[in-house]
Structures are given as structure tokens and as C-alpha cells.
């Protein structure tokens, strides 16, 4: 069997051949020899796949409030604690505890003898439909404004079947989701308004596929919560067509999905002190709660093992960073955010000097680069790094970005908020569903992404923003 | 349900959006929205896909010589002739005809109750062990050159053990291939050449898993042919490990592989005649033909279909191009390059003038780039094109390139041979396997490696190379 060190050692070789064009440029030639080491490290090690494995396979789903994500809180913290880091340690933070209660049930009836199981999932927040579930007429919109032109007599008693379907002419998938999401999050409260009595959303996913794609849904205070559920994209299309033939069907939902009382949670964090800026901190981050559905692979259980991959690569190629590096598995991403704006309340409170923040919540697939959330200094400053980052396909040095849990630190002095940037093609085939799995996961990508991530926060530690 | 042409308005609003920051670069705008269109129309057709799918769940694996690589043939000849093109044909070609026989048997034998069965798979050409099968020592080499070391003397009457992992370090992966491939393909001459009575390589991929990894090897004159397999990753550290407790034991492998008479073949070709110069002729091609173990999906199902859809893209677009484009499935590239070869003699031939052969044999992965194996000024034309194609993720435009089956046409006028470039990171999970399967291809990232690849071909017929 060839060891870890045999491997390394080709490992080597390569460096030699591939850090060069980079030096030739004279771009911080030192850099370019530590940010290849710390890719061939990440390329050749196992380790935070297998923890990936761990965490997927064996602890799962992960939904805010449940056993799971107590599981996956304390799992987290140990194995930072293995890892000789100078502090690791938890932060409370109460989070919402949804729960989905029985598989759902959802069924086109067209007469007596025509009916048709659709797969339906649960709206994360969403109410039940009560055990005998809810029987209505369905009426179809493509957004919320053509909902709106409709109004009270056409909308009352009915389900409202949001519909409309993600542009798959974008390029990037990310767009095509912001061009629909509003359908899931604020449907069922423009719905209620006018007397729906249900809600059904096309499931945001650039696929047509048989899995409903959960997610969270809000309600609005003095609005009736009515239930609301995605639709898989081919039982959307059924039932598009079955209502062209049958306007007056009727739609059958039953979700026994409720919300209990908050629970007491945690991020867990950990960090290697700066060794000469210690005060100025660089947080890399995901998200460790997941989905109840599949197994929050890539979403986020990859940007989590990244986040504590980029300080496992920094300890073992004894880099000591300038400035203090800090991982944070932010709690409740899904359906609230409190561990987000949890750990900007504690920064602020303490006085904490942020200098930048970088999230991993767009899936473990090969890097494109980074989005920038900054001053015209510091985007400028990321720019200027670009023939070191470049080599490795990082070319998307893009304006904008950020993400859900380090946006609340957004405005604490000059920090700059920053996305990472995989490709996007596959993450709407998988995201908040039962696909969602540690199958979906290439190793190569997924370590790729931590070296990448790693790499500007070396750079970043070495440098300042 | 919604129609393609409710999903084409989606896409057409969409284009304005992201055309803009190219037309506001100045370069050359109305050939920024021709791209843009064509973007838009791969994205949202399912044609192509539902294409490949039939190709490879209803014809499936196609290895050259077969009754399904004929199958493939006739069913892509009536695929284009459908499609109202200038010109439809097949070019005869004669094939080699390797057959694999039964399922291989492959065994560690190191007592006579320790038995461990491997999975192993004879490589392209290889002959086989004979009905009763082979069963010798194994001496482990990680070169050709420690094998030469050894000598005659350590390695006669003995199996050839080819155990030099893919080097993983490399960013990509199809480096990590070219360092480690002389093995299978020069291996099994160089042992028998010491008098070695059979070979088996490690599986040539960045996994490890429990698929072997087929692929052709080469037999020399004067050299006797001994029975060749390769053996799964997880297959050739096990053997690793038992040799270095037992470097006695057996290895038992049975393989009835043979080849048989040369059989007629074709390439298929078809093309849309140039409005302007139609003697100038870009050809765009991938590989009919795949190994007999999965479905030949992303080795070279993709590139097939990518090729085709360059033509029905422009034809459904209403794009008459000023040069001549030719798609060509190529046939036997996998085992011979025989169709390849044949075209380039044709070519010359008939005094044919190749300006342009791009290639996709890379896999249907989300696009990165083209390798460019050119003169300066072809190369720097293609770089001037960059501010098109770099917001489709088009950055890495390297010198370099080409493919197998266009490598012929090399030297013939000023022909430049392009290489498309698709991510490389899952390429090697799949090659020359079992699970290169319809389900690993994902239909936007197949989508838009045929439209980088029919942007690429518009601009060089609009303006040459």
C-alpha cells in the first residue's frame, strides 16, 4: 500500500512544476510556494472527506433543535478539540425547533377514480393541515403579482399553486434562484391575504425531478398561517397539465408538521491566535445545521469541514497566521439565521475587531472564485492577489457576495463580507432535499474549495484587507 | 405545464441582462448576442440530452466492431439527416474487433484457504490467460524504470504489478493521467520483454474505488503477447498490502478477451455549407465509439452529442455560417484512432482545407476552456475573443491542445486543433468504466460545454482563424 508519505512526496514534485509560472511573475513568490502547499496537502489528504462521511452518514440531517444537530454541535467541537487549536469553544444561541411530524401526503384528484400521488415536502415554518389534512380547488400563478391581480373572489377557499419556473437560461444557477425564491418565502402570507387556504410552490430547482425541494417559508403577524408545501418540478408539471383539462380538481395535503418551543443551541467555533495581530480576526464559515430531508452534504456540510480544514491545513504545514483565523458552524442557517446574527451581537458586544468573513454555503463543487462584499480598497486589494489565485481556476474575483450568517456582521468597522464561489451548476439538483447526500460529494472538489478558501485567508492573515 | 416557448421568453429576458456588460466592452457587440442566444437556447433544450440519453440506455456501450457501435452509427446518421443539414455521410473505415469475453476472474492467493477475489478488467487488446487462466508471482514496480532494474532474473515467469498511483496533487487531473498512463499502455511489452507471463496496472483514476478502469494497451513485434488486466484502485492496495506480508503468494486472473478480423466501420459525418467561403472547413467531432464495461456516456456519448447540437443550435437559430461547419463521430478512437486517421487521409485526399478541428473528449463537465494547438496568430486571435466567452466561464484559452482524433489532421495547410476544455475533477471517476453512466452527466454543465463549443465555432466562421 502506498503511504500518505509516498503520496506527499509526488506531491512535491508537482509543486515544483506548477508553482513556477506563478513566480515567474513575481507575484509574492513566497506566497505562491505556501498557497501551492497547502493545495497539494488539501489534494492528497483524506482526512475532512472521512469527517464529511461522519457527519452525513452517521450523524445526518441536522435541522435546528433536533437530537442531530446536538450531535452534530458536539461532534464538531471534539474534533476541533483534537486538533491542538489555541481555543475552541461554543456559543449559545436559541434557535426555532420545526419538526416535519409524518411524511406528507399529496394528491391531484381529478374524479372519483382519478387521482394521482404527487411528492409534496412540508415549507420549513409551515403550519399543518391538521390529521384529516385539506381538500381545496387549486388555482395557478406564475408570481405573486399576477396572485395579486386575481384577488379575493378568484383566490378564497383555494390552494395557490406558485409555478413559476426557474430560468434556466442563467448561466449562474444562483440567479435563476433569486428569481424564484420569492414564490417560497413570500407566497403563503400574499396567499392567506387573500383567502387561500393553501399554498403549493414549485420546488426551486433547475431539474425536472420527483423530490420536493424543502426550505423555509415566513409568515406575517395578523396574516392567518396557512400551510404550504413544495412541490417536486414533475408534480408541478402534472399538475399544471391536469388543471389546463380540469380547471375545478381538487388538490388533497396533508402535513402534520408543527413548530415547538425554541431550544437552546450552539456555534461552535474555533481559532489559531495571530502571531502578530491578534486583535484583527478572519472568520471562514458555514453552516451546520441542515435540512431534515437528505443529509446536508453540500449543503453545508461541505462548507463546514472546509471552514475547519483551512485551519487543519495551516497547522500542519506549520503556517502561523498574522492575524487571528476563526472557524465558525454557525447554528440555524435554514430557518432563522440566529446563529448568524447571534455571533455578530457577541462580536459587537465585545468589541471585536473583524477584518473580513468568509462563508462556504453554495456547495462542495470545483472553485470559480470569490464574491466581495467590500470597499474599493479591499476589492482592490483581493484583485491584486488574482495571479495567485488564478492558477488554481479561481478567475470569478467578482463584486457583491457575501452570505446568510456572516451578513449580519455586515457595517462592525470595516469588515468585508465574502462568498465563496464553486460552480453552480449541480447545487439545485440536490439542494434541501433527500439527494442531498455525502454521495453527491467529489472529494477533489470539496478540497479544492478549502484550499482556495484557505489561500486568501493566508493571504488575507498576511496582509490585512 | 409550460411550454419550451414560455421558457425561451424567460430566456430572451434574461439575455438582454447578460449581454450588456460584453456589448458595454465594445467588442464586437452583435456577436455577443448571437452567443447569448445560443446560451440561451442550449440551456433551455432538452433535445441534446434526451439524445445522449438514447444513446446510451437504448445502445448503450459501443466498443468499435460491435453490433452497438453499428447501431450507433446508423441511429446518429438518421439523427442529422432529420435535422435538414447541407450534407449527411458515413466514411468507411475498417476497425479492429476486440471482444472481452466473460467477466474476468481476478484473485490474491496467499495460502490455500486465504483466497481474496479483485475486481480486474483485461485492457483493450489485450489477449487473453487461456480457459484455465493464469496464476504466477507478483513483482510490485512503480516505473518502467524499477522494472528495467530488476532485470530478467527477479521478473520472469512472474506478473508485472503496475502500482504507481495517479499523482493527486495536481490540480488537473488530466495531468495526474499523462504521468501515470505509460503503464498501461507500455507496460505489458516492457515485462514481457524480461520474460513476465502477465501484467496487471493500477486502475488509472484519482479514486479509490472497486471499478476497474479499462483502456487500450500496445503489443510490440518480435515481443510476446502476455494477458494484460487492469486491476480496481481498491483492488491494487490490497495486493500492495498482501504482498508485503506474503511476497510469495499467487495471483490467479482469468480473461478469455481475443481479437478477432478487422470489421467495416464509419465515421458519420454531417455538415452545413459555409455562405461565404465553404471550402473552409471547421470541424467539430468527438468519438462515436466507447469501451464495452458502462453506457460510453462522458467518454465520448457528450462529446457526440455536443458536437451535433453545435449544428442544430445554429441551424435553429437561423446562423448561416460563412465558413463550412462539419460535425464528425469519429469512430474507433478508443482502441485504434482508425476513423481518425481516415479522415485526415481523406482530407488530404481530396485536397480539403481545414482551418479549424475542435474537439470535446474530456467529458460533459461545466466549461473552463480551450487548449489551443496553433500558430501565434491563431492563438491570439482566440485570445482577442476572450471578453465573448470569458463571462461563460471560458477563462483558461491555453496553448496546447487538440485531441486524439483531430491530432492527424495536424500539418495539413495552417489547421489550428483545438482541445475543449471541461472541468477535469470527476473525468477520471468515471473513464473507461462501468459507472461512466447516463446519470453522471448533468444536463446544463453537457448544455453548456456544446454552446462554449458552438461559440467558439461561430466566431472562427465568421471571421477565420
Known sequence: MLSTKKLR????????????PVMAQQHHAADSVTIRKMYDNALTSYESYENLRY??????????????????????RQLMDQMGLDRVYLQEVMVPHWVRGDKEIGRIESGKKQTAEVKIAALGSSVGTGEKGLRAEVIEV???????????EKVKGKIVFFNRPFNNAHV?????????VDQRGAGPVAAAKLGAVGVLVRSMTNDLQDVPHTGNTRYADGVAKIPAAAISTNGAEQLSKSLKSNPNLKFF???TCQTLPDVLSYNVIGEIKG?????????????????????????DGTGCMQSIEVLRLMRELGIK??????????MNEENGVRGGRKYAEEAKAKGEKHIAAIESDAGGFTPRGFGIDGNDGQYAKVLAWKPLLAPYGLHDLTRGGGGADIGPLKGQGTVALIGFSPDSQRYFDYHHTEIDTFEQVNR?????????????????SEYGL
Chains 1, 2 share one sequence.
Request: proline content about 3%; hydrophobic content about 50%; glycine content about 8%.
Open 55 to 76: 457527519l452525513t452518514k452517521k450523524i445526518g440531517a441536522r435541522l435546528s433543535g433536533s437530537p442531530q444537530a446536538a450531535a452534530a454541535v458536539e461532534w464538531s
Open 253 to 255: 395535503m396533508r402535513m
Open 444 to 460: 477533489r472538489e470539496m478540497q479544492l474549495g478549502a484550499a482556495s478558501m484557505a489561500s486568501l485567508v493566508y493571504l488575507i
Open 275 to 299: 502571531s502578530e495581530k491578534p486583535e484583527e480576526i478572519i472568520v471562514v464559515g458555514g453552516h451546520l445545521d441542515s435540512w431534515d430531508l437528505g443529509e446536508g452534504a453540500h449543503d
Open 321 to 330: 497566521p498574522k492575524r487571528t483565523v476563526r472557524a465558525v458552524l454557525f
Open 172 to 180: 449562474h444557477t444562483m440567479h435563476a434562484y433569486r428569481d424564484a
Open 9 to 20: 512526496n509526488w506531491a512535491v514534485a508537482a509543486a515544483t512544476v506548477v508553482a513556477m
Open 142 to 152: 406564475l408570481s405573486l403579482e399576477e396572485l395579486e391581480k386575481l384577488g379575493q
